[in-house]
């Protein structure tokens, strides 16, 4: 349904700031698919690519069989589209926004109606359609964003962050509900940059950094993938001079490189999650007389798992 | 596209910031008139070219003076206003994910962004003509004169905002305000009669030293294109314009219409061809 080939967006003139470098996956028909990334990666620029209303740079992007970067008036009509922070009417109810934008889309009044009350009945908004929407919980906003993507009934949706500001629970709920609207074929493809919302929901999922990406990975492949990560990042405050602090952090093992430092008494280190242990990292420190302000959970740093999954694959 | 115009007019009309401008525009306008009126520019202009020495007929001072170097204010304005709007609220990026044509989201937006500006335009330009009116017996006012008062400044008003959402492409909002100033400078310099009416005004010189003649110049500045289009509506005692026989003549009533068309399609082109802007 959707098909990425060496996909490359830079902004600016000749080289440029590369946002994409040359991405490719596929997307069946019917599937929710994931892109995983941290802020920056690329996944924002990677829909609106699809969405036609960016040009790539080179490289092929198509959805349902129509090029996105030729036919781009045909796009409004195969793809629903829901941006990271969706437009907020202050002074709108929920049913007038949606007969907005139903209007704004060329409905026709005859069917204009049917539509809205299909969505506002799929989602369970009947209760709210009247209230102010800045007065509505995220959770039912987020919906109405959901059902104004819908409203022309597209095959493909595009959703850019559909978690954002959710709970968790919402967030199950919503996903029983991506599921329900691929049941009839429709496929999804949304972003985030956190693994734990995507997993509950997606059946295959790539990951972005820096613009590249590794492949499309089965959800539990990648999860292993993660949970055997050997490149994590600890933060460490110390008390004492940064040089005698080093060298005694350099005796901890599990610590592979010392990094710069955060601030005058933070320094970060870049661990193997598998063999460091913070207890014993406190306690070389304490023996070397260096005292301890903290030690923050370790962090796997996405780039490096990326990183090493894209050389795993080249090799 | 009209859901979109509306949509455009209602936010445009009641941003605070538009209302803020829009007032000051407005009094700057109305002040002028008054003070036009009061230093010697009121009562019935003379037979001659008022361009050459005379210095009668408010209307005239009002004309080639201060309507030309206001109305680039509004459209600049409410372009920027809009430009960051939809930055901010991802509206527009919204809007062209719809199934409609680019061309069709775009033209409702600039005519509802059009139309807020024509709104303060129409209500500016009505209230300095009258207070010319009222201020100075004998001005030859006729409501034919005072619909092409504020046709014209309508159409002017049009044609700059279509310059500047079609820049607004190729800028980001803050570097679309950055530029509205030279931009405004720089139009009324190449034909720098409005300028100079207004230093004159502002010194109480009750004389106007240049003529307006036109010449092909004219068809990139505002004055030009302002009194090209408002020339063939003032009767011939008010000489708006010296030497009407002239093959640049000829064509300059249509300038404006000619710049409205043209940017316009460029702007829905480029709307088109790059959504998020050319950057």
């Known amino acids: 349904m959707l098909q990425i080939v060496n996909l490359v967006k830079r902004f600016g003139r000749g080289e440029g700031l590369p946002a994409l470098r040359g991405i490719s996956f596929r997307v069946e028909a019917g599937e929710i698919f994931g892109v995983l990334g941290a802020d920056g990666a690329g996944k924002t620029t990677l829909l609106r690519i699809l969405t036609g209303l960016l040009l790539p740079t080179s490289g092929q992007a198509t959805v349902a069989g129509v090029d996105v970067a030729i036919h781009r008036n045909r796009l409004g009509e195969i793809i629903g589209y829901m941006p990271q922070t969706p437009p907020m009417p202050h002074d709108m109810t929920l049913g007038g926004y949606l007969e907005f934008w139903a209007r704004v889309a060329g409905m026709p009044r005859g069917t204009r109606r049917e539509t809205i009350d299909r969505w506002v009945g799929f989602f369970g908004l009947g209760e709210h359609v009247s209230m102010r929407v800045p007065d509505c919980i995220t959770y039912v906003q987020r919906q109405m964003y959901l059902a104004v993507s819908l409203l022309s009934d597209p095959p493909v949706l595009l959703l850019d962050e559909p978690m954002s500001g959710l709970s968790i629970l919402e967030w199950d709920h919503l996903s029983v509900k991506l599921r329900t609207l691929t049941e009839g074929g429709r496929t999804i493809l949304l972003t985030s940059p956190k693994l734990a919302t995507l997993r509950r929901v997606c059946s295959r999922i790539v990951t972005l950094a820096d613009g590249r990406a590794t492949s499309a990975y089965e959800t539990p492949v990648l999860l292993k993938a993660l949970g055997e990560a050997r490149h994590a990042r600890v933060f460490i405050e110390a008390d004492g001079p940064r040089p005698s602090v080093v060298a005694a952090l350099r005796e901890v093992p599990g610590i592979l490189e010392i990094g710069g430092s955060e601030s005058a008494l933070t320094l970060t280190a870049f661990i193997d999650p598998a063999t460091f242990d913070a207890e014993k990292a406190r306690q070389v420190l304490h023996e070397a007389g260096i005292g301890i302000r903290s030690i923050r959970e370790p962090e796997i740093i996405l780039g490096d798992v990326v990183r090493t999954l894209v050389r795993g694959e080249s090799s | ?279």
């Open chain 2, 1 to 279: 596209m009209i859901t979109l115009a509306f949509a455009y007019f209602r936010s445009t009309v009641t941003s605070v910031r538009f209302l803020i401008v829009s007032i000051v525009v407005g009094l700057i306008a109305a002040l002028s008139s008054w003070r036009l009126v009061a230093f010697g520019f009121g009562g019935s202009p003379g037979s001659s070219s008022v361009w050459t020495l005379s210095a009668d007929g408010a209307l005239v001072a009002l004309a080639a003076g201060f309507v030309p170097l206001l109305l680039p204010i509004l459209p600049t304005a409410a372009a920027y206003y809009a430009a960051k709007r939809d930055a901010e609220t991802a509206f527009l990026e919204s809007a062209l994910t719809q199934p409609v044509p680019r061309w069709s989201l775009g033209l409702g937006r600039f005519a509802g962004l059009a139309l807020a500006i024509a709104l303060v335009h129409v209500v500016a330009t009505t209230v300095s003509v009258l207070v010319i009116y009222v201020g100075a017996a004998g001005t030859p006012l006729t409501i034919g004169l005072v619909t092409a008062f504020v046709a014209v400044a309508v159409l002017i008003g049009t044609v700059y905002l279509a310059l500047a959402v079609w820049l607004a492409v190729f800028l980001r909002p803050r570097h679309l305000s950055l530029l509205s100033v030279p931009l405004w400078v720089g139009m009324n310099a190449i034909e720098p009669t409005a300028l100079l009416m207004t230093v004159q005004a502002l010194l109480i010189v009750p004389e106007q030293l240049l003529t307006f003649g036109t010449t092909w110049v004219d068809f990139l500045s505002v004055t030009g294109l302002y009194l090209g289009a408002l020339a063939p509506a003032v009767p011939e005692q008010l000489a708006f314009v010296t030497g009407r026989d002239t093959v640049a003549y000829a064509g300059i009533p249509y300038g404006a219409g000619v710049w409205l068309v043209l940017l316009l399609f460029l702007h829905l082109l480029f709307l088109s061809l790059f959504p998020l802007g050319k950057r």
